[in-house]
C-alpha cells in the first residue's frame, strides 16, 4: 500500500498571501488529521476530517481552514499568511472507524513564510 | 482532555546501553497510547501501541513499552541502542471521550554516542 503523499513538500510565501496544502490518505483511510509542527510548539493538531465532514477542530484561528473531498483526500488552507506560520505541516491519515486507531503520517510540507 | 509529559527534551545514550524515554499522561477515561518516531526531515514513523490488553507493548526496531496505570505512565525503552536509534520521539494519547484527537508530548531528542 502505499504511504501518505503530501504535496507540496517546500514552500515559500510571503506575509498576506495564502497557501493550499494537499494531503492523500492511504487507501481506504476515511479520516485525515493535520498538525502544524514548530519547534517553540511542538506538534499541534489543527483539525481532523472523516467522511467529508470535520470531526474535531483544534485551538487556530479562522485563517486555517481544511476541506475533504469524496476520495478521502484532504485540503489545508491558510490565508492572510503571517511570519509565524512558518512551519512543518503533518497530515495523518487512520480508518478513524474505531478507537484507538494509529495514525499513519505523511512526510510533511515546509511552509516558509517571509 | 488528554495530556502528555515527556521527561527529558534531549537524552544522550552509549551506543548498546539501555534506552529509557519517559512518558507521563493525563487521562480521565482509559486511554490509547502510542510512541513515534520522527527523522529529520521525515514525517512521524509509529513505534507502538496500546489499546487495551497486556501492558508490555512490543514494537518495531527493538522497542518496547509498558503502560502502568497506577503511575499513568508509558516509558519507551530498548535493551541496546543503536547509532540508527538517533531521532526524535514523540509520546501521544487519545481516548474515546475526545474523539480520539491525538495529545502530542513536546518530543524527546535522542543522541547515540560511538
Known amino acids: 500500500k502505499a504511504g501518505v503523499t503530501q504535496t507540496p513538500r517546500y514552500l515559500i510565501k510571503t506575509r498576506g498571501q495564502q497557501v493550499t496544502l494537499s494531503c492523500s490518505p492511504i487507501s481506504g483511510h476515511r479520516s485525515v488529521s493535520w498538525y502544524q509542527q514548530t519547534p517553540g510548539q511542538g506538534l499541534q493538531f489543527l483539525f481532523e476530517?472523516?467522511?467529508?465532514?470535520?470531526?474535531n477542530k483544534g485551538n487556530f484561528p479562522g485563517r486555517f481552514s481544511g476541506r475533504q473531498f469524496s476520495n478521502s483526500r484532504s485540503e489545508m488552507n491558510v490565508s492572510t499568511l503571517e511570519l509565524g506560520d512558518s512551519a512543518l505541516y503533518l497530515c495523518?491519515?487512520?480508518?478513524?472507524?474505531?478507537?484507538?486507531?494509529?495514525?499513519?503520517f505523511g512526510p510533511g510540507t515546509r511552509l516558509t513564510v517571509t | 482532555a488528554q495530556s502528555v509529559t515527556q521527561l527529558g527534551s534531549h537524552v544522550s545514550v552509549s551506543e548498546g546501553a539501555l534506552v529509557l524515554l519517559r512518558c507521563n499522561y493525563s487521562s480521565s477515561v482509559p486511554p490509547y497510547l502510542f510512541w513515534y518516531v520522527q527523522y529529520p526531515n521525515q514525517g512521524l514513523q509509529l513505534l507502538l501501541k496500546?489499546?487495551?490488553?497486556?501492558?508490555l507493548v512490543k514494537g518495531i526496531n527493538g522497542f518496547e513499552a509498558e503502560f502502568k496505570k497506577s503511575e499513568t505512565s508509558f516509558h519507551l525503552t530498548k535493551p541496546s541502542a543503536h547509532m540508527s536509534d538517533a531521532a526524535e520521539y514523540f509520546c501521544a494519547v487519545s481516548a474515546a471521550n475526545t474523539g480520539n484527537q491525538f495529545y502530542f508530548g513536546t518530543g524527546t531528542s535522542l543522541t547515540v554516542i560511538p
Open positions: 496500546y489499546t487495551t490488553g497486556a501492558t
Open positions: 495523518a491519515s487512520s480508518s478513524g472507524q474505531t478507537v484507538g486507531y494509529e495514525q499513519y
Open positions: 476530517y472523516f467522511s467529508e465532514t470535520q470531526r
